[in-house]
Each structure stands twice: as C-alpha cells, then as structure tokens.
C-alpha cells in the first residue's frame, strides 16, 4: 500500500546545498509549479534549509531557510533528500557523503563530481537502497542521462556526440558569423554572463570533458579516467581557420565524442573539430547544447536544447526530484543504477580520421610538390585544396586529408614544417565524418 493518497499526502521534506543560478532557479520551479508535481508524485514538498557561504548576500526567502552549516542539512534525520548544488569536488563530495550516509537522497548537477566520483558514490547509494541522480550535469535542461539510462538502454551504441558547453558554442557561433576574432568575443560573453571571469573551465574544455565523461560512463557502463581523455579547447582557433571550414563545406564545433573500438575500450575526446554542414550537430548554435548518437537499433538520434541557465537546469534537477519523490511514496528501491570502474580509453595517437592542415609557405614553384611527397611518405593522402598568395612572396595553403592515423598525420605534419618551403604550421584540426 503507497505510503501517500491524495486526501493523505506524504510530505517529502527536501535541504538545498547551494543557492546560486540552479539553486535559486529550482527553489521557484518547485513554487511556481507545486500544483503540477503534487499532481505527478501525490508529495508536498517542503523546502526546510538551504546551505550557502556567504550569509551576508540578499536573498529572496526569509533568512531562517539559510544556514552556512551545510553539515546541520545533511545530517538532519527529517530530512528526505538532499539537493547538491554547489559545484566544485571536494565540498561537494564531502556532503553528499555524508548525505548517503546519514540516509538521504541525492540529487546533484555536479559534473565535476560525477565524472570524477560517479562509479563510488552510484554504488554506495544502491547498497543503501538511496537514488543519486544528475540529469542536469550534462546538457543542462536536455533529458538525455534518464534517456540513456533506461529507454535507450537496449541499444548497442556505435558513436556519440555532443556539444556540451554553451559558453564555447556562442563563442564559435558569433567567430564564424561576424568574422571576429577568440579574444574580442570571448570578452563579450564575459560582459553578457555566459562566460564566467575565469573561463578555463569552458574555454579549455574541462566542462566538456566531466560531461563526455559521465555521457561514457551511463553508455558503456564503466567509468572512464578522466586522465585518459584527449582534451583540447577552443584557443587556438582563427578566423581563417572559420573561412577554410566554410570553403571545404564544414562548420567548427567543440565536440566531445565517444565510441567503442572493443568491448571495455573506448576513444574518448575532446576538441574543436570540423563537422560536415549536412550533420545535424552542424546547425546547434549559441548557447544551445546537443547529444548526437548512433544506435544499433534506434539509428541517429539528436537532443537538443538549452546546456545551461537556471530556468533549464531546474528543469532537469526538478525531474530528478519527483522521481525521488515517486520512489518514496511508492515505497519503490532507490532507482540509481550503478556502473564499474576501469574503462579503458585508448590514447589520441590511435585515432584514425581525416584531418585539416593549415601552412604558410614560399610561395615559388615545387613547394605544393615537396608537401604532398612528404604527406605522402607518411601515408597521409589529400582530398581537397585551397591556395592563396599573401605579401612578401608568401602563400596560405589549406588542405584537407584522406582519413590516415593520428600518429602518421602528426609525424607527417613535423616533417612538413621542417621543410624550407613551409615558414608555418598555422593551425591543424580532426574532422568528422558522421
Ligand atoms: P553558483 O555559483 O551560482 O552558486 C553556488 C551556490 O553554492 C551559491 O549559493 C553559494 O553560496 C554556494 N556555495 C559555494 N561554495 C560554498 C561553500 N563553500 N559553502 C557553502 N555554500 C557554498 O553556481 P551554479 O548555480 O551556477 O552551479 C551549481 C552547480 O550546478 C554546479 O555543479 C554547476 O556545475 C552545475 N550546473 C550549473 C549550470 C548553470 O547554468 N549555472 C548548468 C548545469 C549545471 P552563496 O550564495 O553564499 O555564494
Ligand atoms: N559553463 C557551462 C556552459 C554551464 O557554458 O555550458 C553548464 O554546465
């Protein structure tokens, strides 16, 4: 017998960690619609406390909701479940340890400590009969872990892909749109709230990474180490490197990709890759955030939608919530489902794709010649060409390859840029084919 009707409602009571942009986002969401969750679980919910660091700051609830002892919230024996907002490693895995072991449930939309934790703290939660869930770690307010999880489950996945940060993506949309350069348009999206004043997490793909990740781990069924990963951000990209996509009929995304070479070894990545115009993932802008995939049985597949901002990562946390809330009330086991550690991943050298080459070079006769021989000893083919002479008797080639092996085209690019003809590498991207 449920232990809630509706003219009995069980009160599930629920402790906040954390009131920032998802915090404050899922505390209205939870307000706004208490009518429509009461419908959907037959619980009340009771917000009881809500952890934060700095007590002075102004908040929009009565101050006696707050508390800067988040040990007094996860500890509390009335309490149900506990949303871990906050971010970060160490803190945030401190408390919702502590919060497993004091009996509580768990929801979090901590990339950082899923990706780098999730195996030990999923497994701890079901000795305990506890849900740990994070739909919002990975693409905000996109519902693709739960897909993951359960209704694609039966699927053999062949290959995913994702645009997975919303920072990086408005930067790369705005370069290629307005010809304008990193540095100006990074600054923007610092002035318009999109990147935050330290942007290493999103810039250089850290964020992308913790999602790739945890996106692996749900697929495959084992954590990878993240030390394993290839990653690189988007830095380095030029404006001409944005034109020569545009000739070659690609677009620049950051993607993080994942796909199994043989049972427990994957090639897990991240980096700025070039994707044809007619893929799907090629059309995802702005802000906006994707999970490409290819299934066995399902074929491709796309989610899409907002990867970041309070409204849609409440969304995803909220969900998270009334699934706890529905275990609760049905008296059902916690429903987290575990995955092992010890995924292998194997290096980026072994990749084997095509690639994209940029050379400043002499510009005289033979030099196109001297290149493609050594490319070609190196078994590296060309597939597509562009030429341009610039001043001082200079030249740009762009060049894009036939698919050869990482190690070959790094090998082959370092013999290239010691001939006289070439006076530079200028930049050399991986591009995807499906
Ligand atoms: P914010 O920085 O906006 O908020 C963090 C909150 O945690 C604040 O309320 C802060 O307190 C509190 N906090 C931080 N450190 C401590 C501490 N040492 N002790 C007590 N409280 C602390 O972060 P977000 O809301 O943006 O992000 C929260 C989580 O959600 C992160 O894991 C993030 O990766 C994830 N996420 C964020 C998304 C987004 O769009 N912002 C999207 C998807 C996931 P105080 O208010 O006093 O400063
Ligand atoms: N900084 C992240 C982004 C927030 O830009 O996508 C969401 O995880």
Redesign the pocket.
């Known amino acids: 017998m449920p232990s809630s009707t509706l003219a009995n409602p069980r009160t599930i009571k629920v402790g906040f960690l ?6 404050e986002g899922t505390h209205r969401m939870l307000s706004d619609n208490v009518d429509e969750i009461f419908r959907k679980t037959g619980a009340k919910i009771n917000i009881t406390s809500i ?4 007590a002075s ?1 102004a908040r929009c609830l009565p101050s006696e909701l707050f508390t ?1 002892d ?1 040990k007094s919230i996860v500890t509390d024996p009335k309490i149900d479940v506990v949303l871990e ?3 970060g490693e160490e ?1 945030a895995g401190e408390m919702v340890d502590l919060a497993l072991d004091h009996g509580k449930h768990v929801v979090t ?3 950082e400590l899923i990706a780098k934790q999730g195996s030990r703290l999923i497994s701890k939660a079901r000795k305990k009969n506890l849900d740990l869930h994070f739909e ?2 990975v693409g ?1 307010g996109i519902p693709v872990v739960q897909a993951l999880k359960h209704q694609l489950a039966g699927n053999d996945v062949i290959k995913l892909m994702g645009i997975l940060n919303g920072t990086t993506n408005y930067i790369l949309t705005r370069m290629e749109a307005e010809g304008a350069n990193f540095a100006d348009v990074l600054a923007d999206a610092q002035k318009l709230g999109y990147a935050e004043a330290d942007s290493t997490n999103d810039v250089d793909g850290f964020d992308t990474m913790y999602k790739i990740a945890i996106l692996a781990a749900i697929t495959f069924g084992k954590q990878v180490d993240l030390s394993d990963i290839h990653r690189e951000g988007i830095r380095s990209i030029g404006t001409e490197d944005m034109h020569y996509a545009e000739v070659f009929g690609y677009r620049i995304k950051l993607l993080g990709i994942c796909e199994e070479i043989e049972p427990d070894t994957l090639m897990v990545r991240v980096h700025p890759t070039m994707i044809p115009r007619t893929h799907q993932l090629a059309h995802v802008d702005d802000v906006f955030n994707a999970v490409w995939l290819k299934g066995d049985f399902v074929g491709d597949l796309m989610f899409s939608g907002r990867g ?2 309070g409204d849609p ?1 409440a969304s995803a946390v909220v969900g998270d919530l009334i699934d706890v809330c529905r275990n609760i009330v049905n008296e059902g086991d916690g429903s987290a489902i575990p995955y092992g550690e010890g995924m292998k991943s194997l290096p980026i050298s072994e990749l084997e794709t095509r690639y994209y080459l940029r050379l400043e070079v002499q510009d005289c006769p033979g030099t196109l010649g001297q290149i493609s021989t050594t490319l070609g000893r190196r078994k590296v083919g060309l597939t597509a060409m562009e030429m341009k002479s610039k001043v001082g008797g200079l030249g740009e080639i762009a060049f894009l390859t036939h698919v050869c092996r990482e190690e070959d085209f790094v090998a082959a690019i370092e013999e290239v840029g010691n001939l006289d003809c070439v006076t530079k590498i200028e930049s050399w991207m991986r591009v995807e084919q499906s």
């Open positions: 954390g009131f920032g942009t998802v915090g952890g934060i660091k700095d700051k800067t988040l907002l906050i971010g803190l939309a901590n990339k919002a770690a905000g970041a901002g990562t």
